[in-house]
């Protein structure tokens, strides 16, 4: 799980479930460089 106290040089633009593919989806924003980031968190191990 995605530990948001963590993330201090980054800011969180959104945060969606994603049933189709059983994932949470999560886009950040790098404060210093505004370069996006998109997580995807779920169950599988790879």
Request: glycine share 4%; hydrophobic share 35%.
């Amino acid at each position: 799980m995605l530990n948001k106290d963590r993330l201090t040089k980054y800011e969180i633009l959104l945060e969606e479930d994603l049933p189709d593919i059983r994932s949470r989806g999560t886009v950040l924003r790098h404060r210093k460089t505004g370069a996006r980031i998109m997580l995807l968190e779920n169950e599988d191990e790879n």
